[in-house]
């Protein structure tokens, strides 16, 4: 494996663990006005309060490292989704405010309806662009030269909604796992209507996509990604398969583990397709890549600061496993 692909794995793997351990979180915000009392709200929050912040963690080593590898990539992207990437961590700052106030404001409706906001905000930002980017980004030269809109259509909104289902489904089966009695018999209901949704959105999205992006479909269809391709989808119904049958026998742990199998076989599918393309459909992995001395100086990096990031995001949640109560917290 040349270096350009052992970032192409590092930057890919950054990504899914950032989407699946900040998605749960964000989930969890999507599902706070649910909560019927101070009390469910208290759980809600103690459930992810020791752990959300570290999750956040995984975007910051990601947008160093796509900044720092594939220079290209990351101007370009800043350049065409400047308003929905500035809208995503606008929503995640004001989330984050929301969160540490509540803990210690006399008005907490106040700070509960800011951290649903802010939950809500982030996700739709965050699906709108990864819309826009399955949509094509104009480049001329390597260079942006689209508007400053081009992000804004009907393909991106839905894929922004499709986000805050998929997430609300990692939400609600953490809740599940980590939560007992109303709660968690709430989480069991609002998991098996999120898994409807999500499937729903996934059977658009397939229709849709090739409508929308005949390339990805040619890349999909092209050698040798034809031969294995299809692992996807048969992932995708099997994990909501066996999802639905988990939920129904109202087994704990299985929902979250079937969840996060039903967000890999939606990645990889959207990874075959995209391959090579760094910036669909004109800038490739290769073009975006920096020079090899920038790899290997950044791969040591990596090396040295990969182990610990996941030692203590391990620890961490070693440390806070178990559930949670109404009369016992972390924050």
Known sequence: MDLVHVWVFLVGLVIILYVILDGFSLGVGLLFPSAENDAERDVLMNSIAPVWDANQTW????GGALFATFPTTYAVLFSALYVPLLTFIFGLIFRGVAFEFRANSGKKRIWDRAFFIGSLVAVLAQGVTLGAYISGIQTTGGVFSGGAFDWLNPFSVMVGLALVAGYMLLGATYLVLK???????????????ASLAVAGFMVLVSIWTPLHSPDMTAGWFSPPRIYFVWLFPLLGVTAFFFLMR???NRRETLPFFYAILLFLSAYFGLETALYPYAVPPNITVF???AQPETLIFTLWGVVLVLPFVLGYTVYSYWVFRGKITETEGYH
Not at 59 to 62: D, K, M, R, S
Not at 179 to 193: C, D, I, L, N
């Open 179 to 193: 939560t007992s009695g109303a709660v968690q018999q709430r989480a069991f209901r609002q998991a098996a209507t």
């Open 287 to 289: 073009d975006a890549a």
């Open 246 to 248: 988990s939920l129904k």
């Open 59 to 62: 975007i910051v080593f990601g």
